[in-house]
């Protein structure tokens, strides 16, 4: 998956419990996303960022918080876990403007939370 | 606002079948296209985009063509294998924006 690096791939979680997923990157893309991905459903933005230091809201941003401090690393926050927070979650990237923003996945980390 | 709508699955083939999976969009704009696969398992992968209307993409035997006039992007093959059983969703980009609007995905099985 075209230099996206999520960890952890599986996680289980009690409620209440905090976590940080990470997502890093080595092709020096400005754009990286978080979604996550319900059983059988879409795929929902969480936040999005466009550089480092600068992030967005996405969708479905309740709950989750994050942080871009370098243009690599782009972790995402939960910090009181929700069994609604079960999910796969898959972070994103993507060039510029220019190239019609086609995005390159990470392999997903899939969270239950109990 | 800006959306895309996809043909509900699960959708059923025999290998060698022809396939077709709607895609329909609304923009305020010229919007580029795009069809992701998702694999059992992994993450989505692009399979073919189109930038500008007529343009035609194509990847793997598969193809869509953007075409302006009924807004849509229909991806084709002409001959399906078992490994192209995975989910496919449609999805759209404009330029002012800083992000991809999402199908809801398409979940296809292909039968030997």
């Known amino acids: 998956n075209a230099g996206v690096t999520q960890t952890p791939k599986f996680r289980i979680l009690k409620i209440g419990q905090s976590m940080t997923l990470q997502c890093t990157q080595d092709m020096n893309h400005n754009y990286m996303y978080w979604y996550r991905q319900d059983p059988g459903m879409g795929l929902k933005l969480i936040y999005y960022s466009v550089g480092a230091g600068i992030t967005d809201k996405g969708e479905v941003p309740n709950g989750y918080n994050v942080s871009r401090s370098t243009t690599e690393d782009f972790p995402l926050r939960l910090e009181l876990a929700a069994p609604s927070q079960t999910s796969v979650y898959f972070c994103a990237i993507s060039p510029n403007r220019d190239r019609g923003n086609e995005q390159f996945f990470g392999p997903g980390t899939r969270l239950t939370v109990l | 606002g800006n959306s895309v709508t996809q043909m509900e699955g699960p959708v059923t083939l025999s290998e060698e079948a022809f396939l077709t999976i709607n895609c329909t969009y609304t923009a305020t704009g010229y919007p580029s296209l795009f069809w992701y696969v998702q694999y059992p398992g992994e993450g989505l992968q692009l399979l073919l985009k189109a930038t500008k209307a007529d343009d035609k993409g194509s990847n793997k035997g598969f193809e869509a063509t953007y075409r302006k006039e009924t807004t849509s992007f229909h991806l084709e093959k002409g001959s399906v294998q078992v490994s192209d059983s995975a989910v496919y969703f449609c999805?759209?980009?404009?330029?002012?924006?800083?992000?991809?609007?999402f199908g809801k995905g398409t979940r296809l099985h292909i039968l030997p």
């Open positions: 999805a759209l980009y404009l330029n002012r924006d800083d992000k991809i609007i």
